[in-house]
């Protein structure tokens, strides 16, 4: 059982749409992670939140919005995506120390029709 | 620019013996190494880690080697299972949330 709970499993939207995938963890963790995940490559990293403020954004678009409204929840907005957005979107957490390994959730599987 | 590399894309091992999985990196600012193991339809799990002030850590069946000078870390299982047979991720950290993952390589054990 994963200890970071990502909701929905499967999000299926049109071009014009706005959604929210969510992300959860209650392990005291104070960093929360979102990764996008291709086909056979790699996560990338898109966004940190450290104590609840955004630390990192790696020159996301801005279609995507994350949001962290405590130190359990992590949200990342999406608007007007691009079919090339379709993707697994994987959220993490770890204890917010340095060299401490991130936990995931089992991903948001994204189809951008 | 691709900054931690797996250049095996897959291995196949049979039941009981050592699989050794291989990981080079090119930035020598990385402080932090971690092999994750992802199973289809999940997200990846934590198998073990290594700081580079070493060059090994064991735990169980799995051990991880690090060789700075040649920017190379390995992830030895011994003896191999086929519950085993997934892909691994190995990631490298720099800084204190920036962490770079491998293309992975998709591990076969033959029972």
């Known amino acids: 059982d994963t200890e970071v709970t990502q909701t929905p499993k499967h999000l299926v939207m049109g071009m014009t749409n706005k959604k929210s995938l969510k992300c959860e963890q209650h392990?005291?963790?104070?960093?929360m992670y979102w990764y996008k995940q291709k086909a056979k490559k790699p996560p990338e990293l898109m966004f940190v939140?450290?104590?609840?403020?955004?630390?990192i954004n790696e020159s996301v678009p801005s279609r995507f919005s994350p949001e962290c409204p405590n130190s359990s929840l992590l949200n990342l907005h999406l608007h007007a995506l691009q079919p090339e957005d379709s993707a697994l979107y994987l959220c993490?957490?770890?204890?917010?120390?340095?060299?401490?390994?991130?936990?995931f959730g089992d991903g948001t599987r994204l189809s951008i029709l | 620019d691709q900054q931690v590399k797996q250049n095996s894309p897959s291995l196949s091992v049979q039941e009981g013996r050592i699989s050794i999985l291989n990981c080079d990196y090119t930035?020598?600012?990385?402080?932090?190494f971690l092999w994750y193991k992802k199973y289809p339809a999940e997200g990846p799990t934590f198998l073990i880690s290594?700081?580079?002030?070493?060059d090994k850590n064991e735990d169980g069946r799995f051990t991880v080697f690090l060789n700075k000078s040649a920017k190379h870390l390995s992830l030895h299982i011994v003896p191999s299972q086929p519950g085993d047979s997934a892909v691994y991720f190995c990631?490298?950290?720099?800084?204190?949330?920036?962490?770079?993952f491998g293309t992975g390589t998709r591990l076969k054990v033959l029972a």
């Open positions: 392990m005291g963790h104070r960093a």
């Open positions: 990631a490298a950290k720099r800084g204190t949330y920036k962490y770079i």
């Open positions: 290594i700081s580079s002030i070493k």
């Open positions: 930035n020598s600012m990385f402080d932090y």
């Open positions: 939140y450290s104590y609840e403020k955004l630390s």
């Open positions: 993490a957490s770890s204890q917010g120390r340095s060299n401490q390994p991130q936990h």
